[in-house]
């Protein structure tokens, strides 16, 4: 998978080149391109900003950078020439919210584009445009507000970036966790079998595999209704 991120503060992205996603890079499964939006500025303070029409506080994203970055970075000739146009995300908190399902479902194409906004965001013909070179999603990471988008898109990537093939070198490790089926996952333990008077459960000591699938699948339901009861849909509670 390709994905392009424009940023004025690229090098929030160096934490990518570590762990997982950095392996990823070497081995070539993921091919992550971090840019500068200010190398498309053309004036000696290399300007992305300037006052809002219509007042107000704060400062807006100037559309001729983005138009001349995204020019360059989603209107590719590999694009144009294959047909595959990128999806381009640009990370917003009046955006669609990011869940596990977005997820998956960014993991299964071949080219993304990030953008990231600063200040009071980016001027909205920006979004317009960008619509003509591939699928715009305005995409949130939650119901807060965060400086810029720099944060959001780590976020996302990294959790696109680990359901890539390959990536996460026991694909069965994913199956497993929380929100793939709609539910939190199970309590997890390890050695030793008594930790400061705190005993693991006696049922993952057993070795009865049926009785361990069965107390874990409870434990999801237990901490989901307990934790997020707004993920159960009405009467899905086979455990309450
Ligand atoms: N004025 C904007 C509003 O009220 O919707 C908020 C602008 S925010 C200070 C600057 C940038 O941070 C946004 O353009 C976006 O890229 C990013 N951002 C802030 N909160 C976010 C969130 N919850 N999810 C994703 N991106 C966010």
Redesign the pocket.
């Known amino acids: 998978m390709r994905i392009d991120v424009l940023s004025i503060f690229p090098s929030y992205f160096d934490g990518l080149t570590l762990s997982l996603l950095g392996k990823a890079q070497s081995t070539g499964l993921l091919d992550l391109r971090v840019r500068d939006l200010r190398d498309w500025t053309s004036d000696r303070h290399r300007t992305v900003d300037d006052t809002p029409y219509g007042g107000g506080a704060g400062m807006v994203m100037k559309p001729e950078p983005w138009g001349l970055a995204l020019d360059e970075v989603a209107g590719s000739s590999d694009d144009a020439e294959g047909g595959r146009r990128p999806t381009i995300i640009?990370?917003?908190?009046?955006?669609e919210v990011f869940t596990q399902k977005t997820a998956r479902d960014l993991a299964t194409r071949e080219h993304l584009v990030f953008g990231?906004?600063?200040?009071?965001?980016?001027d909205e013909r920006v979004f317009e445009f960008a619509a003509d070179l591939g699928e715009v999603r305005l995409?949130?990471?939650?119901d807060?507000?965060?400086?810029?988008?720099e944060v959001?898109t780590m976020a996302m990537i990294e959790a696109i970036g680990r359901l890539i093939p390959g990536v996460v070198g026991n694909p069965e490790s994913l199956v497993e966790e929380s929100h793939e089926d709609g539910l939190l996952e199970y309590p997890s333990y390890t050695k030793p079998a008594s930790w400061r008077e705190r005993a693991v459960p006696d049922v993952l000591l057993s070795g009865n595999h049926a009785a361990i699938a069965a107390w874990r699948r409870e434990q999801q339901f237990v901490r989901t209704r307990t934790r997020r009861p707004d993920l159960l849909p009405d009467g899905e509670d086979e455990h309450s």
């Open positions: 640009f990370p917003s908190p009046a955006g990231c906004g600063r200040y009071e965001g980016i995409i949130s990471l939650g807060y507000v965060l400086n810029g988008g959001a």
